[in-house]
């Protein structure tokens, strides 16, 4: 990555940005998708650039509904693509879930692309170029996805999801999961299991609980997901982006 000192006190959001930028330079990421990576930075600095405690809660119950499904699935987007591709390739292995490039500006190059460049981070297959399922209530372009892949998935992780589309999704009766920075966001508030949390922390910490959780009976994974409240979840972030400190306090 880029020559940023490890030591800068944001070394992170930099860090975060050189990759975004080298994601459009390679033709992964799209233009607007820089626009969404903004608003994201924003968030973040209001959220104090950390993982809250409802956030860690959060993807604990992520970690749980995937090892509980029966065709988990990580829907992945050029932003996705640029900032954590070793990661969620990673996350899959560890959830034993199928990786599929789902795209809002979707072009065959750069789904293309996009797959070629999680090949290249180790994943063995990558779906969503067959593009033979649709979901219902989306116009065309944004309705499709893999018959085998989203289309047959009980829970899927839609980090960066736009609000049609998360919306479209959760109305299917999937488990969803959705990794956005903000709390508002109505992405954040169709899902299931809003992860308010940079993806840069949020997929390598559903990992890390994933593999915590690998040995846990089926009734430990039920109440790690029946635990958690995602109103409450939404709330707590809120709270920490208008009081500042920490979000547990009521
Ligand atoms: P809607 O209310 O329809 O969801 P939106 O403004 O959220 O509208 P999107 O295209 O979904 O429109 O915007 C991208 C979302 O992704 C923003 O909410 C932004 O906070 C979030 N986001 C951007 N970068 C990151 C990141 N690195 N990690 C987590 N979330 C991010
Ligand atoms: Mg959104």
Do not use: C, W
Not at 36 to 55: H, I, K, M, N, V
């Amino acid at each position: 990555d880029a020559d940023i000192p490890e030591s800068h006190p944001r070394y992170e959001s930099l860090l975060t940005r050189h990759r975004i930028e080298a994601g459009v330079e390679k033709g992964i990421t799209s233009r607007q998708g820089l626009i969404a990576q903004g608003r994201g930075e924003a968030f973040d600095y209001l959220l104090g650039e950390r993982t809250l405690p409802s956030a860690d809660a959060a993807e604990r119950a992520a970690a749980a509904h995937l090892l509980l499904a029966d065709h988990p699935v990580l829907s992945v987007n050029g932003n996705v693509a640029a900032l954590v591709p070793g990661e969620v390739v990673d996350l899959a292995e560890a959830t034993a879930a199928d990786i599929e490039v789902n795209l809002f500006n979707r072009t065959d190059e750069r789904m293309e692309r996009i797959a070629d460049h999680l090949r290249d981070h180790g994943a063995s297959e990558v779906k969503g170029l067959t593009a033979d399922g649709r979901i219902p209530g989306l116009d065309h372009e944004r309705a499709k996805v893999d018959a085998d892949g989203i289309g047959d998935a009980d829970v899927v992780v839609v980090p960066l999801e736009d609000g049609d589309r998360a919306e479209a999704l959760g109305e299917l009766g999937k488990v969803e999961v959705v990794i956005d920075l903000n709390p508002m966001s109505r992405s954040a508030r169709a899902a299931d299991v809003p992860i308010v949390d940079n993806v840069i922390r949020a997929v390598p910490a559903i990992a890390e609980h994933a593999r915590d959780l690998a040995d846990a009976d089926r009734e430990t994974l039920e109440s790690a997901v029946a635990e958690f409240d995602a109103d409450e979840a939404l709330a707590a972030a809120e709270r920490a982006i208008r009081e500042g400190g920490d979000d547990d306090e009521t």
